[in-house]
């Protein structure tokens, strides 16, 4: 790691760390809910460690992309929140894929050992290097379909990667708390903490209605399969 880039990892670690103190900070004023709080284990600081350098990755390249981009422009706002609706429509699908029984074992599980998360990041970022791969894959993924319809400008990428990091923050702390930020955003930690209780809905982060959508898209799949199943037998 160059002199660059390791200032760079290490302004970036600084930066979430004093989001997720204000986020602990604010969240003395709100309702306070149960948690399950434990000591983090080895396990715990070795993946949250392995899932630092692949943050770290991620906003190199991300910030590679932005190279040439406008500061910001009248479309803005549409990029921020296009960024918002198809990030959390791409994770929605690799959620509710990763809770298919053999890969929830093998790889969500290990986020899910908290049902009552309330330790802000080191809750949300304490997952399986590979789950945190494909997450921020396909929030690049994301970043791509806005560049090649609308171009990007640096303003609602760093927006939409600061909301949605203090967003993730507030979904694992032990509070009741929503702030609608509009268009269908919802940062809420009462509807994650309702996924992580139950793991069975809520797989979405931030936007309920595309949980709703992509919950009707495969009901209506799955009852063409059944009667073509049903006509030809």
């Known amino acids: 790691m160059t002199a660059t880039a390791a200032a760079f990892y290490a302004s970036h670690r600084a930066g979430l760390f004093i989001l997720h ?107 399986h290097p590979l789950e945190q791969l494909a997450a921020l894959s396909l929030h690049l993924a994301a970043v791509d379909v806005v560049a090649r319809s609308l171009s990007l400008d640096a303003a609602s990428v760093v927006l939409h990667v600061g909301a949605k990091a203090a967003g993730s923050i507030l979904n694992h702390l032990a509070v009741d708390a929503t702030f609608s930020l509009g268009c269908g955003v919802v940062l809420s930690s009462t509807y994650h903490r309702e996924h992580h209780m139950t793991g069975r809905k809520n797989y979405a982060q931030f936007i309920p209605a595309v949980d709703r959508a992509v919950t009707i898209l495969l009901s209506c799949s799955f009852s063409r399969c059944s009667s073509r199943t049903t006509a030809s037998s």
């Open 21 to 127: 103190l204000c986020m602990l900070r604010a969240s003395a004023n709100w309702c306070a809910l149960s948690d399950d709080a434990r000591p983090l284990s080895v396990a715990d600081v070795v993946t949250l460690s392995a899932n630092s350098l692949l943050e770290h990755s991620f906003l190199l390249l991300l910030v590679e992309k932005l190279s040439g981009a406008v500061l910001v422009d009248a479309l803005t706002p549409v990029r921020f929140y296009l960024l918002f609706w198809i990030d959390d429509l791409f994770y929605c699908c690799l959620h509710r894929l990763l809770h298919a029984p053999v890969l929830f074992r093998l790889v969500h599980a290990h986020h899910h050992r908290s049902r009552k998360p309330a330790r802000g990041y080191l809750d949300a970022g304490n997952e």
